[in-house]
């Protein structure tokens, strides 16, 4: 046909197969444009009616046991869904795994399962959101001020306490009663009251308690400062009180107890377990201990069991006995994308039912002063109304943002105080020093 | 156009290394000046993690710091330690080794296997075996009588030391070995036939011909040693932590603790620039007495 124009035949073949293709593709992609609508459509439907993730990590043992909790929780809050994630069972590493989450940026955690000598360093460190004020004054009124406070920085509430934990002094009342005597109340009585039965042949030593190089060095050597009336960082002026006579005195107290043979010289490497396996066989008439070697000491199997008693530390004459907190709460990271949601979950661990459930279930100690005259909880454990007195005065670690630095540096001198090998005015000097630098206050 | 052949070598020579220094720069110029740069400042959570210039305050607390010296210390005994006793084991392993032997190559397999396993998953097993209660070793000795109660190993300062060096000398020796061996195999059989044609105990063509001719492998095996034994960290982290009371923290761990714990990054830099300098000057040392041996042997600079 058009034999005239032979070469445009092909152009326009081409041009027709490119309208073609075009109009084709045109379809596709409107087919495409359709059915990725549809599947972000569908997604958001099936989102939206699928529960919101929390995540939190706890150590693995801790989250098996908080395990019931969370399904209590999720039963009354069906659109919340909180998800444990197993940590290392040792909490420093669990600690530096949330650390080096936050510093990478973008943390999975919407929760944080916190000690509570973590929090200032993370409230600092501005991982945390403060909890608002919607809170009820009320709901805060029943916690036992010191664990209450150790959620506080610089007058923020960063978390609510679901676990504490004190020290306080154990103590054989078979013992004691057999040599006549009452629990001892300032350092000189324990002092005298350990001799005594020593003396008598009622055990070999007479007090047992941590004096390793390690975080729990710091807490009972916070009780013994506190008992005689001294302070190791004063939150709000950031003074430091090591170098005072106080802390000069409860050094003296501790070696006192090896120096008169009270304390066995081994008392310098000892941890809570090498103290408990002493005292619960029966060699020792006092123990500075934590809540959990209570059962432990009245289980079937103990020796001594229903032979002791526990009170709260001695201290010096004219001041008051003091038990380090620990314990453990919740509190809102920085990076949740369902701040709301996550505050349900931090005040329902710290409700009433919660911590019923976690101390009948597994042993923990409320920070509900309430719970302490819960008549379930007394029938399983009598020993937790003797146990009020403790909590109710506990002392806190330094809420600082440097704590973890100016443990170490207690730790330090402490140790060589301990063992001789510093004086004690020149190690609490030093680490007085080492502190103040620390803190910005040299 | 007078370049001659040597200068327009040498540009191509420049122009063939080019790509490799820039590499270097970035790998380690960078992390390393910024390191520098850091250390000026002081930044941690006492400033809410916002860099403050503080100047050299971060070295100044430094010299006053007793934990960072203690550190130095301990990081300089373990290095000593392992690097004196893996040489002479090394060595020892590099002479048998070397020997015809049915088997031979089998062994030599087997020899490297400590150094090429995880180090973590020896340091458990080391802990393990260290163990107080549960432990081979307190085992081994309360059956052979030499001790009536276990010795809490890793729990006391002295012994715990000398646990990870040991852990450190089993897992990294087969790797002096087997620097050692390759030196030990270009040395010529000639040189011993001759010497001892000449009436040369074996102790006298060892410390005549094999160690002299074995120096430039030595030294490299030292310096290779006392880089990573100075860095250590996985090891002693698995093992003790550093513990017990700070005995065997070394100075990465010390690192670590600041920066990762304590959140001080102004001061965890200006520990690595110490660190960095200290390792330098000591590599320097090495690279120039091995630049002199070189020099010695092989008459070229």
Known sequence: ?442 | MTTTIRERERRTGWMLIIPAMLVLAFVYAYPIARSFWLSLFTENLGTQLQPVFSGLNNYGRMIQDGRFWQTIANTMVFTISTLVLELILGMGIALVLNQAFKGRGAVRTIAIIPWALPTALIATTWAWIFNDQFGVVNDILLRLGIIDTGINWLGNPAPAMLSVIIADVWKTTSFVAILLLAGLQSISNDLYEAHSIDGASPWQSFRQITLPLLMPQILIASLFRFAQAFGIFDLIQVMTGGGPGGATETVSIYIYATVMRYLDFGYGAALVVVTFVLLVAVVALAAFFLSKLRTATTGDA
């Not at chain 1, 003296?252 to 066995?264: D, I, Q």
């Open chain 1, 1 to 442: 046909m058009n034999s005239s124009q032979p070469s445009s035949q092909p152009i326009h073949q081409f041009r027709r197969f490119l309208a073609k293709w075009l109009s084709y593709r045109r379809n596709l992609v409107g087919m495409a444009i359709t059915i990725a609508l549809g599947i972000i459509l569908y997604a958001k439907i099936a989102l939206t009616q699928q529960p919101i993730q929390l995540n939190v990590m706890m150590s693995a043992l801790d989250a098996a046991q908080a395990q019931s909790v969370v399904q209590r929780f999720e039963e009354q809050n069906p659109n919340i869904q909180v998800n444990l994630i197993e940590g290392p069972n040792a909490t420093n590493l669990v600690e530096d795994l949330y650390t080096s989450s936050f510093l990478l940026g973008d943390s999975p955690y919407d929760l944080i399962a916190m000690d509570v000598v973590w929090l200032p360093k993370f409230a600092a460190a501005s991982w945390l959101i403060d909890l608002p004020d919607r809170i009820p004054e009320e709901e805060l009124t029943d916690f036992l001020p010191a664990d209450l406070e150790g959620g506080r920085y610089e007058g923020r509430l960063y978390r609510l306490p679901y676990r504490t934990d004190a020290g306080m002094l154990y103590y054989r009342s078979d013992l004691l009663e057999e040599a006549g005597l009452e629990p001892p109340e300032t350092f000189e009585d324990l002092l005298t009251a350990s001799r005594t039965i020593q003396e008598a042949g009622g055990a070999t030593w007479g007090y047992v308690w941590q004096g390793r190089q390690y975080e729990g060095l710091a807490a009972m050597f916070m009780e013994v400062l506190a008992g005689a009336g001294g302070y190791w960082i004063n939150p709000e002026t950031l003074e430091v009180g090591l170098d005072q006579p106080e802390a000069i005195e409860a050094i003296n107290f501790l070696r006192s107890t090896v120096g008169e043979g009270v304390s066995p010289p081994g008392v310098t490497t000892y941890q809570e377990e090498e103290a408990r396996r002493l005292f619960q066989g029966g060699n020792s008439v006092f123990m500075r201990n934590w809540p959990y070697a209570f059962p432990l000491g009245n289980s079937e199997d103990s020796p001594i069991q229903g032979r002791f008693g526990i009170k709260p530390m001695v201290h010096a004459a004219g001041e008051t006995g003091a038990g380090c907190i620990g314990g453990w709460g919740l509190g809102i990271s920085n990076t949740t994308a369902h701040p709301d949601e996550a505050l349900e979950v931090v005040r329902f661990f710290a409700s009433e039912e919660a911590q019923k459930l976690m101390a009948l279930e597994n042993g923990y100690l409320p920070t509900r002063e309430s719970l302490y005259s819960d008549p379930d909880i007394l029938e399983q454990y009598p020993y937790y109304s003797g146990l009020l007195e403790v909590v109710q005065n506990g002392v806190l670690r330094p809420p600082v943002a440097q704590y973890a630095q100016a443990s170490d540096i207690l730790q330090r001198y402490l140790s060589s105080a301990l063992t001789g090998r510093t004086s004690p005015e020149e190690a609490m000097q030093l680490a007085a020093n080492e502190t103040r630098i620390l803190l910005g206050r040299s």
